[in-house]
């Protein structure tokens, strides 16, 4: 199975900070990548795929990057709806396999 | 707006089954793979299984393989889970999700493009 490590687990930050999220691939995957946010007590939303591709909808100040093994998400310019759990995924093999979560915190 | 809706969730003993369905509108339901993912309490996500979109192909994550079977109707727009032997650990929040454009194992639907809002299966004594 392919895991997933993200870190870190939690981050604090201020309005307006860049906020950076990592996930690493025990494999290479290519570009086999996407971002969801979760905020509490709803079900996740896809930000990102194919590790750069912004899906529709989701404001610009999300940006994806990577490939091979090591990705990046990151949130330039934090708005308090931004609170919530961010988790990578690979989508490359089975078992599909996502990572922890990181927790940002306003 | 696409829509999601699960039901069949609740209180169910350790041994037992209980199937879950998954209800989706505003969308060409036969074109798309569909997925099952779950959140243990105050976990991570986790991904259960993966059906095609003619359901020709299935896919099950270690956790729940030989227990758990994910099948489909097309002709009424429904996804389904049945779930045998539950186990305390299978407690979790069950989402439906359609499959998005990444291709896993040349299958198109990789990642995760819209959910349900999620039916809660406790399994307890």
């Known amino acids: 199975d392919i895991q997933m490590t993200q870190s870190p687990s939690s981050v604090s930050a201020s309005i307006g900070d860049r906020v950076t999220i990592t996930c690493r691939a025990s494999?290479?995957?290519?570009?086999?990548v996407a971002w969801y946010q979760q905020h509490p007590g709803k079900a996740p939303r896809l930000l990102m795929y194919s590790a750069s591709r912004l899906q529709s909808g989701v404001p610009s100040r999300f940006s994806g990057s990577g490939s091979g093994t090591d990705f990046t998400l990151t949130i330039s310019g934090l708005q308090p709806e931004d609170l919530a759990t961010y988790y990578c995924?690979?989508?490359?093999?089975?078992?599909?396999?996502f990572g922890r979560g990181t927790k940002v915190e306003i | 707006q696409v829509q999601l809706v699960e039901s069949g969730g609740g209180l169910v003993q350790p041994g037992t089954s209980v199937r879950l369905s998954c209800v989706v509108s505003r969308f060409v339901f036969s074109s798309y793979a569909m997925h099952w993912v779950r959140q243990a309490p105050g976990k991570g996500l986790e991904w259960v299984a993966l059906i095609s979109n003619d359901g020709s192909e299935t896919h099950y994550g270690d956790p729940v393989k030989g227990r758990f079977i994910i099948s489909r109707d097309n002709s009424k727009n429904t996804l389904y889970l049945e779930m045998k032997s539950l186990r305390d650990e299978d407690t979790a929040v069950y989402y439906c999700a359609r499959g998005g454009g990444l291709a896993v194992a040349g299958i198109i639907g990789g990642d995760f493009d819209s959910w349900g809002q999620g039916t809660l299966v406790t399994v307890s004594s």
């Open positions: 995924q690979q989508a490359y093999s089975f078992p599909l396999t």
């Open positions: 494999q290479t995957i290519y570009d086999w």
